[in-house]
């Protein structure tokens, strides 16, 4: 069973198209998050979710919206997609104050 | 802001050496840290977590030590094996998140 899942694993779109990144945790964790890393490997915080309430929302772009239908679920919904935007996103969910477990993440490549 | 960093880049040793990798933070010390391994093409998967009250944390061959006047944490993994080739990421709390740094990529040679 994989503790946490997201889809697609590659994601390649033209620009100005509007994708969506689902993702699943069956850990029973109170808290959601995405991560983006870049080309140099960094890996930002961009937004984390917390009962189904956003508690940290990152100086990303309006353009990406988080949407959590339940606990288990965080979804990433991203609009008139930029070059900027291709990076691996990963999803990870935890216990507040505890390790996070990270889901295998999604290429998004913009052409 | 709290950062996080982690001062090299990438690391080269022999198998059988103990690698050393260093994590520096600023600002407040945080209520815990964390070190990761991220391996290409996956996500990060949890290695050892090391409270502000412990001075070190060990499970198997690894060690995790916690510096709070230095405002340091050192991972150490002993008896290297090309298997520990990856890159290993060190992360600090910060309201209710995990800010991460850079990565060192660590490569052990037979």
């Known amino acids: 069973d994989t503790a946490v899942s997201q889809t697609p694993k590659y994601l390649v779109t033209q620009m100005g198209n509007d994708k969506s990144i689902k993702c699943e945790q069956n850990l029973g964790h109170d808290t959601m998050y995405w991560y983006k890393q870049d080309s140099k490997k960094f890996l930002k915080i961009m937004f984390s979710?917390?009962?189904?309430?956003?508690?940290i929302n990152e100086t990303v772009p309006n353009r990406f919206s988080p949407k959590s239908p339940d606990k288990a679920h965080l979804n990433l919904h991203i609009n008139s997609l930029e070059l900027g935007d291709s990076a691996v996103y990963f999803c990870a969910s935890s216990r507040l104050g505890d390790e996070a477990f990270f889901g295998q993440g999604t290429r998004l490549t913009v052409v | 802001s709290q950062k996080i960093e982690q001062n090299s880049e990438a690391l080269n040793i022999q198998e059988g050496k103990t690698a050393t990798l260093t994590c520096n933070y600023t600002n407040y010390s945080p209520a815990y840290l964390q070190w990761y391994r991220q391996d290409p093409g996956r996500g990060p998967v949890f290695l050892l977590l090391?409270?502000?009250?412990?001075k070190e944390k060990r499970k198997e061959r690894l060690k995790v030590t916690f510096d709070t006047t230095l405002k340091q944490s050192l991972f150490h993994i002993t008896a290297s094996q090309p298997a520990d080739s990856a890159t290993y990421l060190c992360?600090?709390?910060?309201?209710?998140?995990?800010?991460f740094g850079t990565g060192t990529r660590l490569q052990v040679f037979p």
């Open positions: 992360a600090r709390d910060n309201t209710d998140k995990l800010i």
């Open positions: 979710y917390n009962n189904k309430e956003l508690i």
């Open positions: 090391i409270r502000e009250n412990e």
